[in-house]
């Protein structure tokens, strides 16, 4: 006669810690801050899960994305990091009617630099691929002896400065590609109780160094001026910092010039913490065009060598149109009270 095994109790059936803790780490990393809190307050280990979570972001604000991890660091009040989506690079304009979800603070094995596929951001590719500006130079080590690089003779818009691009045959340790390799020079992001999340140098920065890029959502100037309205009544109250930038490229002529708007508000990089200052700061912005791109970068290179723990800062411009403009805490001797705005 076959005897059959009793079931087993509810007590002692396999309910594994670690797949719980799998489980966790893999859906967790992928919630606001806000649904974060809820999810911690549910039980020890997801407190605990979480709490490692918020230490990683706090760690990182890049996700690994850039050669150096870019910690936040704050003993003003209780917030351990500013929350918004990463991208190395200009990204196409996301839609408000989905909320963005990226991976931040997994303890799983981290992405490499740049690796901004993984992220679930698209980045935008703007590269004439068929026409002659995509060849690029056929140089091995561009600069060397033997005469200069096609790439940084190229004649474009005035005040543009010229990399070699994807079209071309040397790596990115050329040197005519500095603002290509990520942020090389090491960052932090500091909590200011009036300023609030501020960057700052954690290291020294020689005069002309290339700090970092402007990255964040490519608008249209008909989406930049329809999201100028919406961040307008959220900055009412004061609490609300926008970082839509307008970029504009002028013509050889000067009689016309190409604009494009980039929005770091909900997605960009740590260039959106990047505080103005009446004085003119320690950054100045260049636009800077790989061989065969059909827009340029808005790159900061360090106007003047850069202590570690000062602050960065540069002028958001001299236009100031709007009376009731958010107001400036640079505390510099000509501070005007207001920062620079203009109609988008």
């Not at 951001?121 to 060397?144: F, I, N, S």
């Not at 200069?148 to 050329?174: H, I």
Request: net charge neutral; with cysteine.
């Amino acid at each position: 006669m076959q005897q059959t095994q009793p079931p087993t109790p509810p007590s002692k059936r396999n309910h594994s810690p670690s797949l719980l803790f799998q489980c966790s780490d893999l859906i967790l990393p992928w919630l606001t801050p806000q649904e974060l809190a809820t999810v911690s307050l549910t039980c020890t280990a997801l407190r605990a899960i979480s709490t490692s979570i918020t230490l990683r972001r706090a760690s990182d604000a890049s996700r690994s994305l850039e050669p150096h991890p870019i910690p936040f660091r704050n003993s003003v009040d209780r917030h351990p990091y500013a929350f918004f989506i990463y991208t190395p690079s200009q990204t196409p304009p996301s839609s408000s009617r989905f909320p963005l979800r990226q991976s931040w603070g997994s303890g799983c094995s981290a992405q490499g630099p740049n690796s901004a596929g993984e992220i679930g951001v698209e980045t935008v590719r703007l590269v004439d691929e068929l026409g002659e500006g995509a060849a690029g130079c056929d140089c091995e080590t561009c600069g060397e002896e033997g005469g200069g690089c096609p790439c940084s003779e190229f004649g474009g818009f005035d005040g543009v400065v010229s990399e070699c691009g994807l079209g071309c045959g040397c790596g990115l340790d050329c040197g005519n590609r500095v603002s290509q390799r990520g942020i090389e020079v090491r960052l932090k992001i500091v909590r200011d109780r009036t300023k609030g999340w501020s960057l700052y140098a954690d290291q020294f920065i020689p005069k002309g160094r290339f700090v970092c890029e402007y990255a964040g959502e490519l608008l249209t100037t008909k989406e930049a001026r329809l999201r100028q309205q919406v961040y307008d009544e959220f900055a009412s109250d004061g609490n609300f910092s926008p970082a839509l930038l307008v970029v504009r490229e002028h013509l050889p002529s000067r009689k016309a010039c190409l604009r494009y708007n980039i929005d770091a508000t909900r997605v960009g990089n740590v260039a959106r913490f990047i505080n103005h200052s009446c004085d003119g700061g320690n950054l100045f912005t260049t636009l800077v065009r790989s061989s065969g791109a059909l827009l340029p970068r808005l790159c900061f290179f360090s106007s003047e060598n850069i202590q570690e723990d000062e602050e960065l800062t540069f002028s958001y411009g001299e236009v100031t149109l709007r009376s009731k403009g958010l107001k400036c805490f640079c505390g510099s001797s000509c501070c005007l009270g207001r920062l620079p705005a203009e109609q988008t």
